[in-house]
């Protein structure tokens, strides 16, 4: 639909949205509510009015979710707003809220042991696409992939401005909830955390992991309260999912790790986080013990040689997340695909590429 298509709004006494569109628009195309991008979905139904020259469209705005993975699709049937920098209009603001909360409730009922949450993560709109295409009931961002597809290293070298951005493209590109990975928080003090927090909200994102990595533990704790703080007075429910670098930068004497991260799981979770997540192990006696002793869920990063998920579930695991690897893939399948063209003309490598309809209808998908 042309940028310049209006349309108007109304409620309805069965609570949902009535929107207004000209005639002849197409159908599929991000639609606009009082200037900002509004994406209706399959629930969206059409009243017929003949002699009209609109045609109204009634989407029912989301309701409470269940706690399980049935969950999804209901959530997926709701009205999505394409987020912008400035804020939305006085009349779609009750409906966001309302998504984002269901949003926030059925991330938080995927973390459970019986059946742990599975994170492909993604670092754009595209690879966030192909991920909830896949079936995902959620999308996890990867700050390595999005700094490394931006020209930049992971570790706290982009800036906040680009980062936010980039997690901005990918909840306006899936229906299910996002949680962006938002490294140490962009930010030099807790109060600069919290601001992140706040923009990370506005992007519409139902959780995110802070990292500590070799700040001190109490430094860290004041972050994670600063992040909960910020939740609280935006008014908003937040996943703050709180990772623990002991295993994977090696932190401290082996002997000493285990009983080095219980104690910052504990600090953290009284400083406000509702899951911990251990990147680097994946033996089973470790993650157990982990898993025993943290009273939130636990999360683990997971790749070839690693327990399966369902194993790891077993083991007491509420979540497991593929980190960077997914990214680390697609650029091997690039490289593969480059020194097989170059060395040999050849293009063997090509033969699991995405089909380019398939790419194509994508955006329709939403």
């Not at 017929?48 to 109204?56: C, F, K, R, V």
């Not at 209009?89 to 809220?97: H, K, L, V």
């Not at 706290?156 to 909830?177: C, F, G, K, S």
């Not at 935006?234 to 999912?241: I, K, P, T, V, Y």
């Amino acid at each position: 639909m042309h940028a310049a298509s209006a349309w108007n709004h109304g409620l309805v006494p069965d609570g949902s949205l009535t929107l207004h569109r000209a005639r002849g628009a197409r159908d599929g195309n991000p639609f606009t509510l009082q200037g900002t991008p509004v994406t209706l979905t399959a629930q969206a139904r059409r009243i017929p009015e003949s002699t009209a020259d609109d045609e109204q469209v009634v989407a029912p705005l989301q309701q409470s979710p269940a706690r399980s993975r049935a969950a999804v699709e209901e959530t997926r049937t709701s009205m999505s707003f394409s987020r912008r920098t400035r804020p939305p209009p006085r009349c779609c603001t009750a409906c966001m809220t309302t998504a984002h909360a269901a949003h926030v409730r059925l991330f938080r009922s995927l973390h459970t042991p019986s059946a742990p949450l599975a994170l492909a993560n993604a670092w754009d709109a595209a690879s966030a696409r192909v991920i909830e295409a896949a079936g995902a009931p959620a999308v996890a961002t990867t700050s390595a992939g999005v700094a490394w597809s931006l020209g930049s290293q992971d570790g706290n070298t982009l800036d906040r401005d680009r980062a936010l951005a980039a997690v901005a493209q990918v909840t306006a590109a899936v229906t299910v909830p996002v949680t962006a990975d938002l490294e140490d928080g962009y930010g030099d003090s807790p109060a600069e955390v919290g601001s992140t927090v706040t923009r990370a909200l506005a992007a519409g994102v139902a959780g995110i992991n802070l990292e500590d990595g070799t700040r001190p533990p109490v430094d860290f704790a004041a972050r994670l309260t600063a992040a909960r703080d910020a939740a609280g007075k935006a008014g908003a429910d937040l996943f703050l999912n709180a990772r623990i670098d002991t295993y994977l930068l090696g932190l401290g004497a082996c002997a000493h790790r285990l009983a080095e991260t219980l104690t910052r799981a504990h600090r953290y979770v009284a400083a406000g986080a509702d899951g911990i997540f251990v990147p680097g192990v994946t033996d089973p006696a470790t993650v157990r013990a982990l898993a025993a002793e943290i009273p939130v869920p636990l999360n683990v990063m997971a790749g070839p040689g690693a327990p399966s998920v369902a194993e790891l579930g077993r083991l007491g695991v509420a979540r497991v997340s593929l980190g960077s690897g997914v990214a680390q893939a697609a650029y091997g399948a690039a490289g593969r695909a480059a020194r097989e063209l170059l060395a040999g003309g050849t293009y063997d490598a090509l033969a699991d590429a995405v089909p380019y309809p398939e790419m194509q209808e994508l955006p329709a998908m939403r």
